[in-house]
């Protein structure tokens, strides 16, 4: 008899988090009989929510010393973003974490270590850590660093193995949309198309709408791409009032 698979008690914080519903991935996150791992992904995910937000400081103060190392990683982010005059020795701590056999194949520290580099537009370094992949978050960020090298064909590459893993999943959608919307022509619309089921699955977020806007400007439908942004515009108006 199959084994049933455990349940995901972190799918829906994910999602939130993957579609930009930061408030509610924060104020949804108080789930009960996690395991350690689970713990430590579920508070990563908080605070790169609040990141996302731009409580940096709050992430700076909260994340102590003896934290795991994946929230310490998150913490280089939050450090790297709050400062960027003394961003060079944020860096310089996170290559000294990558070099360390003991952590420098931890898959969040290889996460960040792409999104800083990507940050600083040194695509070749940020692959260094990301190519390897792992997880379904490291695939997509190799997607978006292919795309901004241009590299559409690298890019549907590792969407192929998104797709062998999980065709579903909410990355896997979202690293589709942002191929077709990089490729152009005809995958303009079922770019659109992804993002119109998001927006009919789910809470509508700035993410989403900004995507169906880029959208309606490719295709030609300005008044519409406007009315997306406006309304993007009041919820970030509204996220930074939480």
């Given at each position: 008899m199959?084994?049933?698979?455990?349940?995901?008690?972190?799918?829906?914080l994910r999602n939130n988090f993957y579609l930009g519903s930061f408030q509610a991935a924060i104020n949804n996150s108080d789930l009960p009989n996690l395991s350690p791992d689970d713990a430590v992904e579920?508070?990563?995910?908080?605070?790169?929510?609040?990141?996302?937000?731009?409580?940096?400081?709050?992430v700076i103060n909260e994340i102590d010393s003896?934290?795991?190392?994946?929230?310490?990683?998150?913490?280089?982010l939050a450090l790297y973003l709050s400062n960027p005059h003394d961003k060079e020795s944020t860096i310089a701590s996170l290559k000294e974490w990558l070099a360390d056999p003991a952590i420098g194949s931890n898959a969040v520290l290889r996460l960040i270590a792409g999104i800083v580099f990507m940050h600083e537009e040194d695509y070749i370094e940020a692959l260094k850590h990301t190519n390897a992949?792992?997880?379904?978050?490291?695939?997509?960020?190799?997607?978006?660093?292919?795309?901004?090298m241009h590299r559409s064909d690298y890019a549907e590459r590792q969407l192929r193995v998104m797709q062998q893993?999980?065709?579903?999943?909410?990355?896997?959608?979202?690293?589709?949309?942002?191929?077709?919307?990089?490729v152009g022509g005809s995958k303009i619309?079922?770019?659109?198309?992804?993002?119109?089921?998001?927006?009919e699955k789910y809470p509508m977020t700035g993410l989403i709408l900004n995507g169906k806007a880029?959208?309606?400007?490719?295709?030609?439908?300005?008044?519409?791409?406007?009315?997306?942004?406006l309304e993007a515009l009041n919820k970030a108006r509204s996220n930074c009032g939480n």
């Open positions: 199959a084994v049933a698979a455990a349940p995901d008690h972190l799918f829906h579920r508070d990563c995910l908080v605070y790169r929510s609040y990141i996302a937000l731009g409580s940096y400081q709050l003896a934290a795991a190392t994946p929230l310490q990683a998150v913490k280089l992949g792992g997880t379904m978050e490291l695939h997509a960020l190799n997607v978006q660093i292919f795309i901004k893993i999980d065709e579903d999943h909410t990355l896997t959608q979202l690293a589709n949309a942002w191929l077709n919307l990089a619309q079922e770019a659109y198309l992804i993002f119109q089921d998001f927006s880029v959208c309606c400007i490719h295709m030609g439908n300005f008044d519409e791409a406007e009315t997306l942004l």
